[in-house]
């Protein structure tokens, strides 16, 4: 659904070039050479279709492409926001590069049908491009598949646009389908091969749905048929909207069935039915599309009429048709959805719905409603959204993959939403928000449903007193009982690039108001591989929550992340594969959080953490279902293409995930291959890059948005005391400003090497060694502030050793002279000194602003002016100016805060010394002010806030303060 306005601009988030768009991205990779075929090296997971009596049952087999044979790369397994693989089901894929490469799967069951989801990149003005693959049987080509990228990438905030240029690059894949025209058995080898690279440079192949499709469906007796009766065009050449309005007009007055033959039609707008049956010949025969040339507000869709305007409608049934859009952006306010309006004792079964906004958008008032047996892909916007007074209704036995919000949602935004219930669905990959939510709603049923891979900004399931209008004032706030039983959650929730944070895979938040007076019910859920932490309390606090014969199995972070009061009760709570094992409940709200032990638990109760930082998730992949179900199977061998070799079989996948090999120091180049993070990375030029031995990849950051640093964890407290940069070797030659720091906790940072430009010439191998004196560290950092050559910092390989010496000259030559045993007067006068604050929010303390890292910040309590932030220099100190920073990142956009500087020698009595005034932060020019103060002496330094346009809250990253 649409988001609210966005909270915490917390995130630096990669920018995505033209450069990068128009070539094939360098993806962290199993590569498996091109001249020897083989199978694909895929991490073993759990698919989504195959929990045991869970999910919608589908009429497909689906097959990864990274258990497949393949002579491409493996991208992922990654869940990091704005990467490739993250998007992809499992969080793997299949990246082909070259004229030749393939995927290719072996038939599990018959099939006359394939269904494949793909990503092309992107053209540099974002338009997209079109291309084509062959599609092989048993070696022999079928036909070519025409492919696109019209309906993928999108960037920037909420609610996105179509513009390279700008940041958060996502939604990045697509899917198509074709007939095969014949029915091919088991056994059969179905390639998806690459014939030319002249269109797209890389094709990535994610999964493959095979199905047997059944023959078209004949004209009911005695209907009516929008083509012989009606001049619809089955071609699609020509507008048939009114033809189509005509047929189902006579339909309600005639009371007959309207039927839609094979073909596909072209609609320029809604097509609006009342007390009327719509039936097609199957959903891979009948297709609706198209949108108005001129007035791109209209599109394609079924519609029920509106309250107001004689609706609901009543007694619609629509069957057996596709809905396939045109829709490549997001506008909220355009009606583009496949099917609208509000319908009463109303049916939608075996329906297709792709590429369109939202697959249905319902605004009621209206009363049993149902959608069935259909499948939901590739919207902008919602799955499904249960709008506004909807009651007794339901979606089940329903299908949903990569939509652009919420899969399925209910959103009783004026009128309560009752008796409404989500059943035996399977909802995967939402690339923003949640996999299945209910915002507010009374007595709500959400059970027997499969959630897996959500994107960011989400959980696998939330249930909230959130968005306009939920409120008990109105009877919209979560209230009766709320069911949510034997449902099966993998790999949910994510980190939200606004908070900067995980989201749990089931998290409740009272934003609007308390969730209380309502019974939720938890039970008899599998909650799997969550990407970070199982469950979560946010906002305002939750009350009446039990969670009964629960089984958490793998959480990235915490079990439980309590960041708001809450009453729980736990019975039969089993959790295991917690990453903070020894302390897996988060809790920053103290006794406002209880939990009441029902009994029969474990592995969550034992250990609580007020950090006041955020761990880096660890994901094993791991997480078995209590009812049973395996990872996806891998394809056997690859099928002869003349005139290649017939490959060797690829070996199968274990049942169960394998467990990752152990963070071991090692000797030699003590980095490579141990775990590294950065502040920022762009597209899929990850921090991995630059620890993998391969001086090819690379790591790239955020462009426009230093200072950047890499970290690279090497295990185990050691001895170093030289660090190796490199650079691809063909790249020109260019300088890097670089500073190198250890810790031995990931906490606190010293200095191993000062900044100073080095410069990377490809004459030279691109290659420059920093040497230190010998420090014991575990974790090294180079932070990265300036780059003659791209606006982002840039490495290819990050080489770490515990003997050496700088081979390659900084261009800025370190001092010779005896450090002044003074500060110079561009020391900044805060650094370790105390800060404290009038108010804080959450883990953001007032020490984040005097902590050396401008992507850590100090926020006060919202809706609170004023708010002061004092520092404490510990003698009185002449002070001539303060430098005031926010995160540097473009996702922290222009906000103007205002505020005054007060000064004092005792800490009792101040003195204004620069009148309040607003200051505006700006990441084009790194969201960084500076106030001048001349001929301030002072002891302490107060910054009094007033106001933000950004937050209603105070917020500061870093408070420095200089001599002059």
Same mark, same amino acid.
């Given at each position: ?633 891998? *394809? @056997? !061998? /690859?099928? #002869?293409?003349? $005139?290649? &070799? +017939? =490959? %060797? *079989? @690829? !070996? /199968?996948? #274990?049942?169960? $995930?394998? &467990? +990752? =090999? %152990? ?11 141990? =775990? %590294? ?12 890059? %630059? ?274």
């Amino acid at each position: 659904m649409q988001s609210p306005p966005v909270r915490r601009l917390r995130s630096s988030v990669a920018a995505l070039t033209a450069v990068a768009l128009g070539s094939a991205g360098l993806f962290t990779a199993a590569v498996v050479g091109s001249a020897t075929p083989a199978s694909a090296a895929g991490v073993p997971t759990l698919s989504p279709l195959s929990v045991s009596g869970r999910g919608a049952t589908v009429p497909f087999k689906e097959q990864e492409a990274e258990y497949a044979a393949t002579n491409g790369s493996v991208i992922g397994p990654d869940r990091l926001y704005g990467h490739l693989p993250s998007e992809a089901s499992g969080r793997q894929a299949v990246t082909l590069n070259s004229v030749g490469q393939y995927v290719e799967f072996t038939l599990s069951a018959p099939a006359n049908s394939i269904d494949f989801r793909y990503s092309l990149p992107d053209t540099a003005d974002g338009k997209g491009r079109d291309a084509s693959m062959d599609l092989l049987v048993n070696g022999s080509k079928l036909k070519s598949v025409d492919v696109t990228s019209k309906y993928s990438w999108y960037y920037g905030g909420y609610p996105f646009n179509n513009n390279p240029g700008d940041t958060n690059p996502h939604h990045f894949y697509d899917e198509t389908r074709t007939l095969f025209g014949s029915t091919y058995p088991a056994g059969t080898k179905i390639r998806l091969q690459v014939s030319s690279t002249a269109q797209s440079p890389s094709f990535t192949i994610d999964l493959a749905d095979f199905e047997q499709v059944g023959a078209p469906i004949a004209k009911p007796a005695g209907a009516l048929d929008v083509v012989a009766d009606f001049g619809a065009d089955p071609t699609g050449a020509t507008d048939s909207t009114a033809k189509f309005q005509s047929a189902v007009n006579a339909g309600q007055a005639q009371g007959k069935t309207v039927f839609i033959p094979q073909g596909t039609f072209t609609l320029y707008d809604h097509v609006v039915v009342d007390g009327v049956t719509l039936a097609g010949a199957g959903p891979w025969y009948s297709v609706l599309g198209g949108r108005d040339p001129n007035n791109r507000q209209k599109a394609a869709g079924i519609y029920g009429k509106y309250v107001g305007q004689g609706g609901p409608s009543q007694n619609v049934n629509l069957k057996d048709f596709a809905i396939i859009g045109d829709i490549r952006e997001r506008v909220d306010e355009d009606q583009v959805n496949a099917v609208g309006g509000a319908m009463s004792n109303s049916t939608l079964d075996n329906l297709w719905l792709q590429h369109t906004k939202v697959g249905a958008w319902m605004d009621g008032p209206m009363d049993r409603f149902t959608i069935k047996n259909s499948r939901i892909l590739d919207q902008t916007a919602d799955g499904v959204n249960f709008h506004t007074g909807v009651t007794n209704s339901t979606v089940t036995n329903t299908f949903v993959r990569n939509t652009g919000d919420d899969g399925l949602a209910s959103w009783p935004e004026r009128v309560p939403n009752v008796n409404d219930s989500f059943t035996h669905n399977t909802v995967v990959l939402p690339i923003l928000a949640n996999n299945i939510v209910t915002y507010g709603g009374k007595d709500f049923t959400i059970s027997d449903n499969v959630m897996s891979d959500t994107i960011s900004n989400g959980g696998g399931l939330h249930i909230a007193n959130r968005y306009p209008g939920v409120n008990s004032g109105s009877g919209t706030a979560v209230a009766g009982t709320i069911t949510a039983a034997r449902n099966t959650l993998i790999r949910t929730g994510n980190s939200d690039f606004n908070w900067q944070f995980g989201v749990g895979a089931i998290w409740f938040d009272g934003l609007n108001e308390p969730i209380a007076g309502a019974t939720i019910n938890i039970t008899d859920t599998d909650i799997l591989d969550s990407s970070y932490e199982a469950v979560q309390t946010i906002d305002g606090s939750s009350s009446g929550i039990n969670f009964t014969n629960v089984n958490i199995d793998g959480a990235g972070t915490y079990a439980i992340q309590a960041q708001a009061n809450a009453n729980m009760k736990f019975t039969n709570v089993k959790a295991k594969n917690i990453a903070q094992a020894a302390t897996p409940i988060h809790n920053c709200v103290g006794s406002g959080f209880v939990i009441v032990d029902g009994g029969g638990n474990s592995g969550w109760n034992n250990g609580t953490t007020c950090s006041g930082n955020w761990p880096a998730p660890q994901w094993t992949y791991g997480g078995q279902p209590s009812t049973g179900g395996g990872t996806s199977s891998p *394809s @056997p !061998s /690859p099928s #002869p293409s003349t $005139p290649t &070799t +017939p =490959p %060797a *079989s @690829p !070996s /199968p996948s #274990p049942t169960t $995930p394998t &467990t +990752p =090999p %152990a963070c071991n120091p090692g000797t030699g180049n003590l980095a490579q291959g141990k =775990p %590294a993070t950065a502040t920022s990375t762009n597209q899929t030029y990850t921090a991995a890059n %630059a620890v993998d031995g391969n001086a090819a990849s690379y790591w790239e950051s955020a462009n426009n948005a230093f200072p950047q640093s890499i970290t690279v964890d090497l295990c185990a407290v050691t001895a170093v005391s030289s660090v190796t940069a490199k650079l691809p070797t063909g790249w020109e030659t260019r300088t890097e400003t670089l500073a190198v720091q250890g810790s031995t906790d990931g906490v606190s940072f010293g200095n191993l090497s000062g900044a100073a430009g080095y410069t990377f010439n490809p004459a030279t191998g691109n290659s420059v060694t920093i040497g230190f004196a010998q420090a014991n560290t575990r974790y090294v950092r180079v932070t990265v502030t300036g780059n003659t050559g791209w606006p982002a910092a840039q490495l290819s390989e990050l080489e770490v050793r515990a003997t050496g010496g700088p081979t390659g000259t900084p261009t800025t030559t370190p001092p010779t002279t005896t450090p002044p045993t003074t500060p110079p007067a561009n020391t900044n006068l805060l650094a370790g000194k105390s800060l404290t604050a009038t108010s804080t929010v959450d883990v953001y303390g007032a020490n984040k602003a005097n902590d050396g890292d401008a992507n850590s910040y100090w926020e006060s309590a919202a809706n609170a002016f004023p708010q002061s932030l004092t520092a404490d220099l510990g003698a009185s100190t002449a002070v001539g100016r303060l430098v005031l920073k926010l995160p540097p990142a473009t996702a922290w956009a222009t906000r103007t805060e205002t505020l005054s500087v007060l000064a004092s020698t005792d800490g009792t009595n101040w003195t204004t010394v620069k009148a309040s005034a607003g200051y505006t932060f700006n990441p084009a020019t790194g969201n960084t002010v500076t106030v001048s103060v001349p001929g301030t002496t002072a002891r302490y330094l107060k910054l009094s806030f007033t106001g933000n346009t950004g937050w209603a809250a105070a917020q500061l990253s870093e408070f420095e303060a200089y001599t002059s």
